[in-house]
């Protein structure tokens, strides 16, 4: 496993109590970043902190929703490690399966305010952290939904082609501060997620893609590590697929 130096980083990744959040906490802390756990589920991130293991894990119930609840974290953060160097944004929900026109209303609006509106409250309060510090590192979990537009998923496919501008957007706004900002649009991985879908959408996903298989959160963790890292420092606004050969263009 290629590792990267986090010594005296500090790491923000939302919806790390379990999936691809908690793969890419793990990875991390193991390469020596202090990482604070963002997430609903109480319960489930003091289990990914005995997980991660060591003393540098903070876990903090947030609503990424809610730009209190998101500015109160963002600032405990702070408190507790001195500083925030990296967001990661994997907070997010799939959603039911319907027809756009046969969709619930108050599910599109759940499905957009975490997966898209919820990404933005964290961007909105973390980046004033790091420009103090002229040095950030933000990785937003797309997905190749946003890309390509999945039936019976529209409001999932529309939030995460959301998530793909609004990288877009806040890597121009940041290019001169030190801090990029860059997105990766994964094909299915599976995740307790799957449990919110139907096994007919999870067919669809995976005959869409030519290695025949779903993604590894390891994967997944694996990417968004160099993403992370000092190392990747002339890449801002990108969306980097990792999908099995799904994505193609």
Request: hydrophobic share 45%; aromatic share 8%.
């Amino acid at each position: 496993m290629v590792t990267h130096d986090y010594s005296g980083r500090v790491a923000v990744i939302t919806g790390a109590a379990k999936g691809i959040g908690l793969a890419i906490a793990q990875r991390l802390s193991a390469s020596g970043a202090a990482v604070a756990i963002w997430d609903m589920d109480a319960t489930r991130m003091e289990q990914a902190k005995a997980e991660i293991g060591g003393d540098k894990v903070l876990c903090v119930q947030v609503d990424v929703t809610d730009d209190a609840s998101v500015d109160k974290a963002a600032a405990e953060t702070e408190r507790e490690f001195g500083r925030i160097d990296i967001l990661v944004n994997s907070a997010g929900i799939a959603g039911p399966n319907f027809k756009t026109w046969e969709y619930p209303v108050d599910e599109w609006r759940k499905v957009i305010d975490i997966d898209l509106n919820g990404t933005f409250m964290t961007c909105r309060s973390v980046v004033p952290y790091m420009l103090r510090n002229k040095y950030g590192r933000i990785v937003n979990i797309a997905s190749i939904a946003g890309k390509e537009g999945n039936p019976n998923a529209a409001p999932y496919s529309a939030a995460k082609a959301g998530v793909i501008g609004l990288t877009k957007s806040l890597g121009k706004e940041l290019a001169l501060d030190g801090i990029t900002v860059n997105c990766i649009t994964p094909a299915a991985v599976k995740t307790e997620i799957f449990d919110q879908i139907s096994q007919q959408h999870i067919d669809f996903m995976l005959s869409k893609i030519p290695m025949n298989r779903f993604g590894l959160v390891e994967e997944m963790a694996s990417l968004v590590a160099w993403l992370t890292s000092e190392e990747c420092s002339f890449s801002t606004g990108a969306v980097f697929d990792i999908s099995g050969g799904r994505a193609t263009y």
